[in-house]
């Protein structure tokens, strides 16, 4: 009976040890925001012998993107416009494991409203706790394990504020502890642990409607650790440290739709906005002071999708639905695509990438930076897919409008 007791727990260790080291997707875009995966080579085909549906769990509408876990897949929703939804489920199974939620609806302006007044921002995990932005402002943090509530901030309530026109958009940015985040009435730093504010900086973001659509991102620029922030009227830098700007150029677009998470490239950084074409800057530093100068500008809009980076070269969805390759020395368009759907996101392994076509459509293509070479396409949903698709380990995680769909691809 002993032999068979230790036979049975070893024959487990193999499976717990696989499981510890699975691949996760944390935050907005991946684990370092750039949408990368870095796993053994995916596969060339989504054909049924490659791709096979594991489970559908339906949901409420949401647009946050799921937040993957080493055995937990965390989903939200907006249900009976009245109240913002949390689940953990079991991310083999489907299965929910707790649920949390509180009052949280509104309504976004009527030009808008074809696209929902539901949740819109994507959680952050920092391997403990998951960091869930509500529409109306609010922060709550949950504990990953049980789903209890750790603690939350209530922005409108502590700066005074009367809240965005368009929701809590911004995804958080964990890091060394802290939490970054572009909310009502600016860039916010809040300690992990207790919620308690670091420091407030960037007060005059806003723009016309009020709030932020853009994410921040943690870059080391001219020998200097610094967050990238686009707010509605310009890109900067902020140091984390102290909240303070550093350098910051105007981007024009239209209606302040700066939208992009902002692309690092070295000392670079691209961003492309509605209305206001693609702009490179590089950052530099001089006894003066750190500065950013145009590289380059041209008349190629983006509109809500940010781009990838393969090779060296930048790969963007735009405005017109085209797809487009640009050369980041030049700005120049190596090829650009008949239309897609509104929206794309992306996930990159090799010079593969995996794009979620907001019409519901898969799609696989080599990034190739003399023409578009698509190695297949499938069709998952026919309700939109605006959130921003979640690949680790061989699984794809599909957050439909109505449903949260797991794929298994190998």
């Not at 009052?103 to 409203?113: D, E, H, L, N, Q």
């Not at 509109?303 to 797809?323: A, C, E, Q, T």
């Not at 020395?329 to 995996?354: C, D, H, I, Q």
Request: net charge negative; charged share 20%; glycine share 8%.
């Amino acid at each position: 009976m002993r032999f068979a007791y230790f036979l049975a727990v070893f024959s487990l260790w193999p499976a717990l040890s696989v499981a510890a080291d699975r691949a996760q997707w944390t935050q907005w875009r991946g684990n370092d925001r750039t949408c990368s995966v870095a796993q053994s080579e995916w596969p060339t085909s989504l054909k049924p012998e490659h791709l096979k549906e594991v489970y559908k769990i339906p949901l409420g509408p949401s647009y946050s993107g799921p937040i993957v876990s080493e055995n937990k897949v965390f989903v939200t929703e907006t249900v009976n416009k009245e109240n913002e939804v949390t689940r953990a489920l079991d991310r083999d199974t489907g299965k929910e494991l707790w649920k949390v939620e509180w009052p949280g609806a509104m309504s976004v302006p009527f030009f808008a409203a074809a696209n929902g007044s539901w949740i819109r921002a994507t959680p952050v995990f920092d391997g403990k706790r998951l960091f869930v932005p509500g529409m109306l402002d609010v922060l709550v943090t949950l504990d990953a394990e049980t789903g209890k509530e750790l603690w939350r901030v209530d922005f409108r309530e502590k700066f005074e504020t009367v809240g965005q026109t368009f929701g809590f958009v911004c995804s958080p940015l964990v890091d060394e502890g802290f939490i970054y985040v572009q909310t009502s009435g600016g860039l916010v730093k809040l300690n992990c642990e207790t919620g308690e504010m670091a420091w407030r900086g960037l007060k005059e973001a806003g723009g016309m409607m009020g709030g932020a659509f853009s994410s921040p991102m943690l870059a080391t620029l001219a020998g200097t650790k610094q967050l990238v922030i686009q707010t509605r009227a310009k890109l900067c830098g902020v140091s984390p440290e102290s909240g303070e700007e550093l350098w910051s150029v105007a981007i024009p677009s239209f209606r302040d739709m700066n939208i992009l998470t902002p692309t690092i490239i070295g000392d670079r950084i691209f961003t492309s906005s509605y209305g206001g074409g693609a702009l490179m800057y590089e950052v530099t530093k001089s006894d003066a002071g750190f500065a950013a100068s145009e590289l380059w500008k041209n008349k190629t809009e983006a509109y809500m999708s940010s781009p990838v980076v393969v090779d060296g070269k930048i790969y963007l969805h735009l405005r017109n639905r085209r797809f487009c390759c640009l050369d980041p020395a030049t700005g120049e368009a190596l090829w650009r695509t008949t239309p897609f759907g509104e929206y794309w996101s992306m996930a990159v392994n090799g010079t593969k990438v995996l794009a979620l076509d907001s019409a519901g459509d898969l799609i696989l293509f080599d990034a190739n930076p003399t023409e578009y070479k698509e190695i297949d396409k499938f069709h998952v949903s026919d309700a939109s897919t605006w959130a921003h698709v979640a690949v680790a380990d061989g699984q794809i995680f599909v957050r439909a409008l109505d449903s949260l769909i797991l794929y298994d691809w190998k």
